[in-house]
């Protein structure tokens, strides 16, 4: 999935950890609210830890945790009561810690007393900055040692550090409280039946605690972030639905969605979408273009934004550390990183062989959802030479198929989504030796032939158009030719590096269902596969069935299920006609949802329904996390068969929900530069509000090769 997490991800969280995120901060603590650098928690801005510990003590006593509740993905309370030391059970004292992310941290403590005599309390804080970076808090593999001064003006603890030349610092600002440079220490007596509370703001930087950033400034209550939240409301279709369960689990998603955008720093006006929390709040190609391209029918402006953000840092050179190469798309880029444990050694690395053709791809789906034709436009140059790449380098054997093979040693291994060092491998186990041709890197290549020909046929460029068209029929009959085994009755994952089929049946094979790579002929056989026992937990379909050598239920690509490779697989399968197949899957996954509070997390393990009542978590999962979180959009937009293509003045949809969803009612959706009001009654869908132009059809959307058919069947006639 993302970066180098499943080489070498760190231990878990801990139990009842929490994680809050805005943008590309993030806090990770203890259920009682406390920060343990034992533990991979902190407080990260700009993908460094400028808060390693953060420990509250009353009368010291440590916190007993009651409750943790995250009210936003940037803001929880925590319940917490301090223990008694004269051997009675219940405490007198609750303490409440409501804390907010954004450019660091503000947190409100509010020690309660409701005991029948007045409280003594010590309220002490220690505060810990080991300025690591993402990575070396991940891998566990801290050794820099920063020289740490540490300086007290007023109610502001200043922490400075020194390493090489990198200066770093944070800064605490404590109203109140008797700061000293290991503590700060609030002595306060609390009456019966009273409540005594304080703001403790923390933000990095060494000029004083930037308390700005979390004034309420509009005289409402409302924060930065709560009115950056309340703006993304504004812009995203609001739904009732029969199923309230699934209503609450859409309803997360737009949360986890709103949390996850961050700006492009050179472009504040673009908003992106990160790869997820807590390890991956930054741009990755393949996360960030497939979380946008199932979020469009809720903001198709971030789809936008990511391929203009990607496309200024497409690649120009040949780098071997890196992996930068002329027209590649990036796998990841790291804010501050400066330990050299980053991917290639810096900032962006483009270790991906599919990031580029999905660029592509998504640069299709956005062609049809009514964008300016400028922006289109000033695209293509960057689609051509996502195609030079394709032909150049991503197929440097010239036998058709895209591979790939890591360029040094610290490279990622295996660069598909799957990108974990063991995560393709063949019937027996072995593993796959590079280069390697992913099964769904030849959909995704397909794909981006066909996306780019619609492009040229539209601008009248039929040259290109025609020439791309053929490369596409040859890839498709190519792909149907090799893949293909006959006596398994499913297609090799790969071919490894001597073009011999990797024969594990793997879920891979659904994405080629998505972008109408497989025969017609072939694909009952691929869905019987993609839904056997071996493959279809009950809660979603595995990575790698249940009947292979690799198969491991709590492995991370070998046995696992990922909410976004279904979403994926169930839209396939609709596109094939196999509608039952697809909702067993949305539904399977939205009832795995209700688990976890409507959120789906990034994976989670294989084991059978039949063996637990409940989906059973993957220890170091990212939640929230870009795909997953897009998740539950493309399983119920799908279901509704809903598309459009605004030059064309068309909508489509065609719903097959199942009866269990219930009536489904959407207002605010936007739609040709407008918004639209959706109603769904059984396989009944009414539009109103259409912008002017714009016809509802009831039916299926022309797929992306149909329409390079017609257009080449017009263009020879």
């Not at 303490?95 to 409100?108: D, F, H, K, S, W």
């Not at 400028?374 to 380098?393: F, M, V």
């Amino acid at each position: 999935m993302v970066g180098w997490n499943a080489d070498t991800a760190a231990g878990p969280l801990g139990a009842g950890a929490v994680t809050l995120v805005e943008g590309s901060s993030f806090c990770i603590s203890l259920a009682n609210g406390d920060i343990h650098p034992e533990h991979p928690h902190g407080l990260f801005v700009l993908d460094t830890r400028i808060m390693s510990g953060w420990n509250l003590t009353i009368n010291g006593q440590p916190l007993e945790p009651l409750a943790a509740e995250t009210k936003e993905p940037y803001r929880a309370l925590f319940a917490s009561r301090v223990a008694r030391t004269d051997g009675y059970s219940d405490s007198p004292l609750l303490v409440e810690r409501l804390r907010e992310v954004g450019a660091g941290i503000q947190e409100q403590v509010t020690v309660r007393n409701y005991g029948l005599e007045s409280a003594e309390c010590v309220i002490s804080l220690t505060v810990e900055a080991d300025f690591a970076d993402l990575f070396e808090v991940k891998e566990a593999r801290i050794q820099r040692r920063w020289d740490e001064t540490r300086h007290v003006d007023g109610d502001v603890l200043s922490i400075r550090a020194l390493w090489q030349d990198v200066r770093k610092g944070v800064t605490v600002q404590a109203s109140g409280a008797d700061i000293t440079p290991e503590a700060l220490t609030y002595r306060v007596t609390v009456p019966p039946h009273g409540q005594w509370s304080t703001v403790l703001t923390v933000v990095p930087g060494t000029e004083g605690a930037d308390a700005a950033s979390f004034v309420h400034a509009d005289g409402g209550g409302l924060s930065p972030r709560d009115r950056r939240r309340q703006e993304w409301v504004a812009r995203i279709p609001v739904l009732q639905m029969g199923n309230r369960s699934i209503e609450r689990t859409l309803r997360r998603s737009y949360d986890d969605l709103g949390a996850l955008r961050i700006e492009d720093p050179d472009h504040p006006d673009r908003i992106v979408v990160a790869a997820g929390a807590p390890w991956f709040m930054t741009l990755f190609g393949r996360d960030s273009l497939w979380a946008s391209q199932m979020a469009l029918p809720v903001d198709p402006s971030l789809a936008l934004g990511t391929l203009q953000t990607l496309a200024d840092r497409q690649g120009t050179v040949v780098d071997p550390m890196s992996e930068e190469e002329p027209g590649k798309i990036l796998h990841e880029v790291r804010l501050d990183v400066s330990s050299g444990l980053s991917l290639g050694g810096k900032s962006a690395y483009y270790g991906s062989v599919d990031a580029t053709p999905l660029f592509l791809a998504l640069l299709g789906s956005v062609s049809r959802w009514g964008f300016a034709k400028e922006a289109i436009a000033a695209l293509l140059p960057h689609a051509d030479r996502a195609l030079a790449w394709i032909r150049d380098y991503g197929d440097k054997d010239g036998d058709g198929f895209v591979e790939y093979q890591r360029l040094n040693d610290q490279g990622l291994i295996n660069q598909g989504w799957k990108d974990s060092w063991d995560g393709i491998n063949f019937a027996d186990g072995t593993l796959a030796e590079p280069p390697i041709a992913l099964c769904e890197v030849q959909a995704y290549v397909y794909h981006a032939y066909m996306a780019r020909a619609w492009l040229a046929y539209d601008a009248g460029d039929t040259a290109l158009a025609d020439e791309l068209t053929d490369r596409a029929a040859q890839l498709k009959k190519q792909f149907n030719e090799q893949f293909w085994m006959p006596g398994r009755g499913y297609y090799a994952v790969a071919l490894d590096r001597d073009k011999r089929q990797v024969d594990a049946c793997a879920s891979n094979m659904g994405h080629c269902l998505w972008f109408g790579l497989i025969d017609e002929d072939k694909a009952p056989l691929v869905a019987e596969r993609l839904m056997s026992p071996e493959m279809f937990s009950g809660w979603g379909v595995r990575t790698l069935a249940s009947d292979m050598g690799a198969y491991n239920p709590a492995s991370y690509h070998n046995g696992s299920v990922w909410p976004h490779d279904n979403a994926i697989i169930a839209a396939g399968l609709l596109r094939y006609g196999f509608v039952e197949q697809a909702q067993r899957i949305a539904t399977a996954l939205l009832e795995a949802a209700e688990f976890s509070e409507g959120r789906l997390p990034e994976l989670f393990c294989g084991f059978g329904r039949d063996q637990f009542a409940a989906p059973v978590p993957y220890p170091t999962a990212c939640s929230p996390q870009a795909w997953a979180a897009t998740t539950p959009i493309m399983l119920v937009t799908s279901l509704m068969r809903y598309d459009t293509h605004v030059s064309r003045g068309s909508l489509w949809m065609d719903p097959v929900l199942p009866a269990s969803y219930g009536d489904l009612h959407i207002t605010n959706a936007p739609m040709a530069g407008g918004r639209i009001t959706i109603d769904i009654t059984g396989s009944t869908a009414t539009v109103q509000g259409l912008p002017e132009g714009m016809v509802f059809h009831r039916g299926h959307r022309t797929w992306m090769t149909e329409l390079v058919e017609q257009a080449a069947r017009r263009g020879k006639t």
